[in-house]
Nanobody
């Protein structure tokens, strides 16, 4: 059974940084796509970024490009979201998600992902 566990959220001042982690277990993830989504109060869940476990290619939503970076540690089965220059509008619950063998055409759609973590709160104070 696949399990995804996020950590690293918290309260930070605008302009600060946080690194989120997503520890994955239960499968061999070499062919998986691992994504981050976020959901702010009263808003729909939105795509943040995705990485292919096999070769580390990553894509980002426009609002976070240049500020957020995804990476993964194959040995630890963990992926990371480094978030720099945080803004109050980045405040949300952040979720990691996984799906085997996606395409770029569907990678931004939350319905396409099979597995989800429980979420971690990120709050950016102005």
């Amino acid at each position: 059974q696949v399990e995804l566990v996020e950590s690293g959220g918290g309260l930070v001042q605008a302009g600060g940084s946080l690194r989120l982690s997503c520890a994955a277990s239960g499968r061999t993830f070499s062919s998986y796509w691992m994504g981050w989504f976020r959901q702010a109060p009263g808003k729909e869940r939105e795509f943040v970024a995705v990485i292919t476990w096999s070769n580390g290619n990553a894509w980002y939503a426009d609002p976070v490009k240049g500020r957020f970076t995804m990476s993964r540690d194959n040995a630890q089965n963990t992926m990371y979201l480094q978030m720099n220059s945080l803004k109050p509008e980045d405040t949300a619950v952040y979720y990691c998600a996984a799906r085997k063998s996606m395409t770029r055409a569907t990678m931004t759609f939350s319905d396409e992902y099979d597995y989800w973590g429980q979420g971690t709160q990120v709050t950016v104070a102005s």
